[in-house]
């Protein structure tokens, strides 16, 4: 449950924070938007936040 909520806390500052702009709109994520439909895929944010929370969980694994 701790997990959930720091998970929830973290998604809720990346999607208010204004010095972010970058974040979700990096070449390679895929937007497709037409009259009565939008489709947005985040493929390269998605990859980019794996690979440093991945970074981030080895530190602290080295660490304890």
């Known amino acids: 449950m701790l997990l959930g909520a720091v998970?929830?806390?973290v998604g809720l500052v990346?999607?208010?924070?204004?010095?972010l702009?970058?974040?979700g709109r990096?070449?390679?994520d895929v937007r497709i938007?037409?009259?009565?439909?939008r489709i947005y895929v985040p493929v390269t944010t998605s990859i980019?936040?794996?690979?440093?929370?991945s970074l981030l969980?080895?530190?602290l694994a080295r660490l304890r």
């Open 33 to 37: 938007e037409r009259p009565g439909l």
């Open 21 to 23: 702009p970058w974040l």
């Open 48 to 53: 980019a936040i794996s690979i440093v929370a």
């Open 7 to 9: 998970l929830l806390v």
């Open 57 to 59: 969980l080895a530190l």
């Open 14 to 19: 990346v999607h208010l924070a204004p010095g």
């Open 26 to 28: 990096l070449p390679g």
